[in-house]
């Protein structure tokens, strides 16, 4: 893939990275700022994706700028905040039809990165001259309250969130990307505009291109657009260290559902830049990484306990989860098969079969990325953090190195931190929730 | 052999299909797609939840245990010597299946070893094994997944209003069923759903992606069962087309009211060319580009979960709009209201516009991904419809045909809404 790739830099701090291909039919530009994550600002940055994603100086009605978004074809805007490490990553991304499927020629890559370009650099402005528009912030502001308190709608994901707030309280896991309710009220015009201006600013920023597009008018404009912003990028932090805690928490908190969520969070010392994270991805794939893994062929398979369980790792944080829906009475049960099958992994007992599984999805995870305009984007865009970069093929010769005592050492760091449950509210009747939340 | 196929090159999509019905009554469809690494493969059958009333060949009528073909699913997986799950990840390949109202269908990716999950999909398909204990087994798994449903009011929301507009069309009732009438399944039941359907006649095959259509039909000819046709009669009870109840509501634990309203029209088939214009008024009038989506969300009646949809299946025509709303009835009102508008004055020409383009590209963007692909091969094979039409036709249609169909498909006397809401207590 190398010979395919285009990478220069184009002010302080920012890189450009265009990707050419022309297998597909789409095709994407992404602008990422990566900057120190910050637990006072969380809030006010989800807000401002809200916002970019909303209006513009040029389409300041929200239906006019989705108009002008399908006028290109159907062309898709989207912006969104995450955590990684002790870093947000905020991006602003579009994915259009590929030039080459456009009628009469018409060339959308160009009008697409200008859109793009004018979602970052010009927001609307109010009556009164200043950035951002108060209309467009109530109805934010309404739409992040209420996307906040339904969070509980989804048990799945509420669990999860639970789980990690309680687990990794005062760290940068335990925070929310989406925002916390009892912040929305600070979050003002001015208080969005500062922001806007702290990020253009401050960030580091990686701008993506892949598709069949020439790259060379999009670089053009996010040159020129950078160039004209102030820039003084602040250095980034490194990832979080490894926490280990005394004992294990045991948490349940109970609301009307019929079937129980539970999560158990493992924290392993295995984290980003260490060698062993290749490893340990593995390790947490054969565990419970799919039909084929040992949390799903017991758990489920043998023992019917549930009808999902699987693991998943982070390797900026070294933290995993298992997550599984289970009825309450065979909470006992169910966790103590789950620490047995890591005990099966820790002990080098697992079956050249299973291991083998484990490895071959694994790569063919890694075969995938290549297959789509958006895999191949995240992709690089996840990996600006490491400090250096490689192709889903150079991944996949390291995934091919690892041994079996390697994933058995993996296994055996794994220390398990608190276990999670959201139950059945035991009085029958609907029970009330917890206040306050986030997301 | 390559002249068993029936050719189809897309000139707008630049894709190539291959198209046959195998001797032993399975229709195929296959596009390669040789520039990438994965393929994708979907083995199905036209045997969903709602065939729960059948004959076989003129015989008497069976009416078995609501969620038997989502049962069947799950069981099928399970060979005599080896579960499928297990073969499949000794090489890497990724499986699922899934059931709907109206099919089965058992699927894989992957990225090498095409031949050899190939022929795991065709085998275990093709060898179903019940017996009192493993069928016994699946119980607690189904009741966990069925539990996993009801955890959700989106589930209730749906329910209710398909409750509310069908008096017994099986659309009414969960695909999973009830704790208590999967407890009835038994593995006799369980052979005689799987003789009746899974029958190569009632089967089709798609497969996208790193394949050579040749390769695919040799391992077909291989490893497809011939099995004596028969006819089918999968008994679906009569609807007059007109809703049962204007409004349903419920109690459940949630932070604001969750409203989804239907428009129902009795059915008819829809040609894909109906279908895709369909979908550009749907958005045209009440889709984030519309003017009433503006005016709804500066009212505050709506919020970025409003969506427009569409039922649309055996006996099942249905518009629908569903979101959170502290007013459910209000939106109702001002939805009949901007429905009573547009069939005086018209879409926007210029709205109408947009829509039609961005379906376009929308449409164009489908056929990247093996997967998509497939899927929408599959769709039509069993439907007998023919998905390329639908994109040619939006390089063609015009605002006329929009309004058109827009009066014939919304119709406010013969609406439903459906509600949940927080319990009073709570």
């Not at chain 1, 990707?19 to 120190?36: D, L, Q, S």
């Not at chain 2, 291989?222 to 679906?236: D, F, G, M, T």
Request: hydrophobic share 35%; glycine share 6%; net charge negative.
């Amino acid at each position: 893939m190398e010979n395919k790739l285009y990478v220069s830099t184009l002010a302080e701090g920012v890189t450009f990275r265009a990707v050419r291909e022309t297998r597909f039919k789409n095709a994407c530009i992404g602008v990422h700022f990566f900057f120190p994550l910050q637990r006072e600002y969380v809030t006010v940055n989800a807000l401002l994706t809200s916002m970019l994603r909303r209006s513009c100086a040029r389409y300041p009605e929200y239906n006019e700028l989705r108009r002008a978004h399908a006028m290109l074809y159907g062309a898709e805007s989207d912006t969104s905040v995450s955590i990684i490490g002790n870093c947000q990553m905020l991006s602003v991304e579009i994915e259009m039809t590929d030039d080459r499927f456009i009628p009469d020629g018409e060339c959308v890559s160009g009008e697409c990165a200008e859109l793009l370009s004018e979602l970052i650099f010009r927001p609307a402005v109010g009556d009164d001259g200043r950035l951002f528009r108060q209309e467009d912030l109530d109805v934010v502001l309404r739409n992040a309250e209420e996307r906040i308190q339904s969070l509980v709608l989804d048990k799945e994901a509420y669990a999860s969130h639970r789980c990690y707030e309680i687990m990794c309280e005062g760290e940068a896991a335990g925070v929310a990307p989406g925002g916390y309710l009892e912040d929305l009220p600070g979050v003002t015009r001015e208080a969005l505009a500062q922001a806007w201006q702290r990020i253009l600013t401050t960030s580091s920023v990686e701008i993506i291109t892949v598709g069949g597009m020439d790259h060379a008018p999009v670089e053009r404009i996010f040159k020129k657009e950078f160039n004209a912003t102030e820039r003084h990028p602040v250095s980034l932090p490194g990832r979080p260290g490894y926490k280990e805690s005394p004992e294990v928490r045991t948490v349940t908190e109970r609301i009307d559902v019929k079937q129980s969520k539970m999560i158990m969070g493992y924290r392993l010392p295995v984290i980003e830049p260490d060698d062993r994270t290749m490893a340990a991805r593995l390790m947490s794939l054969m565990f419970g990484g799919g039909t084929s893994s040992l949390l799903f062929r017991n758990v489920r398979e043998k023992l019917s306990l549930c009808y999902y369980c699987s693991s998943s790792y982070g390797r900026s944080t070294g933290l995993m989860f298992v997550r599984s829906g289970i009825d309450e009475t065979n909470y006992d049960k169910a966790v103590e098969e789950i620490k047995k099958q890591l005990a099966v992994i820790a002990g080098n007992e697992f079956t050249d079969d299973e291991f083998n599984a484990a490895r071959l999805t694994a790569l063919s995870a890694f075969d995938n990325i290549g297959d789509s305009v958006s895999s191949i984007a995240e992709w690089y865009a996840n990996q600006y953090l490491d400090g250096c970069v490689r192709t889903p093929e150079q991944a996949a010769e390291r995934m091919k190195a690892v041994t079996r005592s390697q994933v058995a050492e993996c296994a055996s760091l794994a220390k398990l931190d608190t276990v999670y449950m959201l139950s059945p509210d035991r009085t029958e009747q609907s029970g009330d929730l917890p206040e306050g939340g986030a997301i | 052999m390559t002249d068993r196929f029936t050719v189809f090159h897309d000139e707008l999509t630049q894709e190539t299909v291959y198209y046959t019905t195998h001797p032993t009554g399975v229709k195929i469809a296959i596009c390669p797609k040789p520039y990438i690494k994965s393929a994708y493969a979907v083995f199905g059958t036209k045997y969903g939840s709602i065939d729960n009333d059948f004959s076989v060949d003129g015989g008497e009528f069976t009416r078995v245990p609501d969620g038997i073909a989502h049962y069947l699913e799950h069981k099928l997986f399970e060979n005599e010597d080896c579960e499928a799950f297990e073969q499949y990840a000794q090489i890497g390949a990724c499986a699922n299946a899934y059931t709907g109202f109206d099919r089965t269908c058992y699927l894989f990716s992957c990225t090498r070893e095409f031949d050899h999950a190939f022929r795991i999909l065709l085998d275990f398909v093709q060898n179903p094994f019940f017996t009192e204990e493993t069928v016994r087994k699946e119980q607690g798994i189904i009741a966990q997944e069925i539990d996993m449903y009801r955890d959700n009011p989106g589930w209730h929301l749906y329910y209710n209003l398909m409750k509310a507009m069908y008096r017994d069309h099986p659309i009414r009732t969960d695909i999973a069923g009830t704790a208590e009438s999967i407890s009835q399944i038994t593995p006799e039941l369980l052979y005689r759903c799987y003789d009746a359907f899974y029958n190569p006649n009632n089967m089709v095959l798609s497969v996208a992606g790193n394949v050579n259509p040749d390769r695919v039909l040799e391992l077909c000819d291989e490893l497809l069962k011939s099995k004596p046709q028969h006819e089918i009669v999968s008994r679906c009870p009569e609807d007059d087309g007109s809703v049962i109840q204007t409004f349903t509501e419920c109690e459940y634990d949630v932070p604001m009211p969750l409203f989804q309203i239907g428009f129902k029209k009795k059915y008819r088939r829809l040609t894909e060319r109906e279908r895709v214009l369909l979908g550009i008024v749907r958005a045209a009038v009440f889709g984030p580009v519309s003017d009433f989506y503006s005016r709804m969300m500066n009212k505050k009646l709506i919020g970025t979960d409003f969506a427009p949809g569409f039922i649309y299946l055996r006996g099942v025509l249905v518009s629908t709009f569903q979101g959170m709303s502290r007013s459910p009835e209000a939106i109702r009102d001002e939805i009949f209201e901007e429905i009573e508008r547009v069939k005086r004055e018209g879409i926007s020409p210029r709205v109408f516009e947009c829509l039609r383009r961005s379906s376009y590209g929308g449409q164009i963007i489908m056929y990247n991904n093996p997967d998509d692909i497939a899927e929408i091969l599959l769709g039509d094979l069993m439907n007998g419809t023919n998905v390329f039409e639908g994109l040619r036709a939006a390089t063609e249609i015009t605002v006329d045909e929009g309004n058109q169909l827009f009066s014939e498909m919304f119709d406010i006397s013969n609406s439903s809404l459906s509600v949940v809401r927080r319990g009073k207590e709570a």
